[in-house]
């Protein structure tokens, strides 16, 4: 792979701005353009970017195999369990409005599609640097 | 009266043209990577497609604001943003078995792999 | 250069193109607001989408809530697809290694 000092400290200085700009638009989902799926993309690329400019070592000491894996059980386990929450209320499945929060039900949808967007953005930016890094790591060996 | 027509459906027209460049790809072309390439293009033409049927005349964005009436529709944008994902989750799947392909069989030739 | 296995795909396609074309023709005008997709369910999820779960965007509300099983089943389809990437991109490395 061709990289010059001249990518590596551009990717270093833009990569931190694309992360938090995919971890805006994942929280700004609700009220904004943008959502889980978005944001989690925009996570995904940046970590894209770092093996692209460095190589993918370094990618992978960022977010180890572990951590992706963790990663992408967690946020369709949260999903899920969202939903059975809302069984255990006493509602339909991902009936939402159900959950006993202090709250109006609406504002409890609204949440619950807050965390269901935080599960989807967690799932998305570990399985597009995962799926990446892999198909590499291949190309490498 | 014909260009009136184009003009109007402008967009479908582009949907169904790039549709017939992906088929193309995917009959025509050998190799398996630009296979792949053109299953993607076919799919975006249907994301196309459905995006364009949500337009409305006149429509804001799908994001509720006090002084707006007419919004497009919210449906499709929701469904085509499944399919991005899952065509995603499908190119990564395919160019996966591109990968075992090539290491099996040492090419990417769709005719030669039939002979095998 | 016109090559004799390239014609019968490329009549194919004409084919088809034809009969997208004249498919395109019978639809309601691009932009028409009072096309069938407009008048059955969208209508209430733009009315009602705010009061109900109080967010202002109707995409976001429709995917996670309204079509939360949609959405479910799509994230199963992903983190299926990325588990046989894994299975078979990792697995056997891991195998050769031991």
Same mark, same amino acid.
């Given at each position: 792979?061709?990289?010059?000092?001249?990518?590596?400290?551009?990717?270093?200085? @833009?990569?931190?701005?694309?992360?938090?700009?995919?971890?805006?638009?994942?929280?700004? *989902?609700?009220?904004?353009?943008?959502? *889980?799926?978005? *944001?989690?993309?925009?996570?995904?690329?940046?970590?894209?970017?770092?093996?692209?400019?460095? /190589?993918?070592?370094?990618?992978?000491?960022?977010?180890? +195999?572990?951590?992706?894996?963790?990663?992408?059980?967690?946020?369709?386990?949260?999903?899920?369990?969202?939903?059975?929450?809302?069984?255990?209320?006493?509602?339909?499945?991902?009936?939402?409005?159900?959950?006993?929060?202090?709250? @109006?039900?609406?504002? @409890?949808?609204?949440?619950?599609?807050?965390?269901?967007?935080?599960?989807? *953005?967690? +799932?998305?930016?570990?399985?597009?640097?995962?799926? $990446?890094?892999? #198909?590499?790591?291949? +190309?490498?060996? | 009266?014909?260009?009136?027509?184009?003009?109007?459906? $402008?967009?479908?027209?582009?949907?169904?043209?790039?549709?017939?460049?992906?088929?193309?790809?995917?009959?025509?072309?050998?190799?398996?990577?630009?296979?792949?390439?053109?299953?993607?293009?076919?799919?975006?033409?249907?994301?196309?497609?459905?995006?364009?049927?949500?337009? &409305?005349?006149?429509?804001?964005?799908?994001?509720?604001?006090?002084?707006?009436?007419?919004?497009?529709?919210?449906?499709?944008?929701?469904?085509?943003?499944?399919?991005?994902?899952?065509?995603?989750?499908?190119?990564?799947?395919?160019?996966?078995?591109?990968? &075992?392909?090539?290491?099996?069989?040492?090419?990417?030739?769709?005719? &030669?792999?039939?002979?095998? | 250069?016109?090559?004799?296995?390239?014609?019968?795909?490329?009549?194919?396609?004409?084919?088809?193109?034809?009969?997208?074309?004249?498919?395109?023709? /019978?639809?309601?005008?691009?932009?028409?607001?009072?096309?069938?997709? +407009?008048?059955?369910?969208?209508?209430?999820?733009?009315?009602?989408?705010?009061?109900?779960?109080?967010?202002?965007?109707?995409?976001?509300? @429709?995917?996670?809530?309204?079509?939360?099983? /949609?959405?479910?089943?799509?994230?199963?389809?992903?983190?299926?697809?990325?588990?046989?990437?894994?299975? #078979?991109?990792?697995?056997? &490395?891991?195998?050769?290694?031991?």
């Amino acid at each position: 792979m061709m990289t010059t000092v001249v990518i590596q400290t551009i990717a270093r200085v @833009v990569v931190p701005f694309l992360q938090l700009f995919g971890l805006y638009i994942i929280v700004h *989902g609700p009220v904004s353009p943008g959502g *889980g799926f978005q *944001g989690g993309v925009i996570v995904g690329a940046s970590m894209i970017l770092l093996a692209l400019s460095y /190589d993918l070592s370094s990618a992978e000491t960022k977010v180890s +195999h572990k951590v992706r894996i963790a990663m992408d059980s967690t946020g369709a386990l949260l999903f899920a369990g969202i939903g059975l929450l809302c069984l255990l209320a006493g509602g339909v499945f991902l009936e939402y409005g159900i959950i006993p929060l202090p709250m @109006v039900p609406a504002e @409890v949808r609204g949440l619950m599609i807050l965390l269901v967007g935080v599960a989807i *953005g967690i +799932h998305i930016m570990a399985l597009a640097a995962s799926l $990446f890094l892999h #198909l590499a790591e291949e +190309h490498d060996t | 009266m014909i260009l009136e027509f184009i003009a109007v459906n $402008f967009p479908y027209l582009v949907s169904v043209s790039l549709l017939l460049v992906g088929l193309y790809a995917m009959i025509v072309r050998r190799n398996l990577i630009k296979k792949i390439m053109g299953l993607n293009i076919l799919s975006t033409s249907v994301f196309l497609y459905l995006i364009s049927v949500a337009y &409305k005349e006149g429509g804001a964005p799908p994001i509720r604001v006090s002084e707006v009436e007419v919004y497009v529709n919210p449906l499709p944008h929701a469904l085509v943003l499944t399919g991005i994902v899952v065509a995603l989750a499908l190119t990564s799947f395919a160019l996966v078995l591109t990968i &075992k392909i090539y290491k099996e069989y040492g090419t990417l030739d769709s005719d &030669k792999l039939m002979d095998l | 250069m016109i090559r004799a296995k390239h014609v019968v795909p490329v009549l194919v396609l004409l084919g088809i193109g034809i009969i997208l074309t004249m498919a395109v023709i /019978d639809m309601p005008a691009f932009g028409d607001p009072e096309a069938p997709a +407009h008048r059955h369910v969208a209508p209430r999820y733009i009315a009602r989408a705010y009061e109900e779960t109080g967010v202002p965007n109707m995409v976001t509300a @429709v995917l996670a809530d309204y079509r939360g099983y /949609d959405t479910l089943g799509e994230l199963t389809v992903i983190f299926a697809a990325g588990a046989a990437v894994l299975s #078979l991109l990792v697995g056997r &490395k891991l195998k050769e290694e031991s």
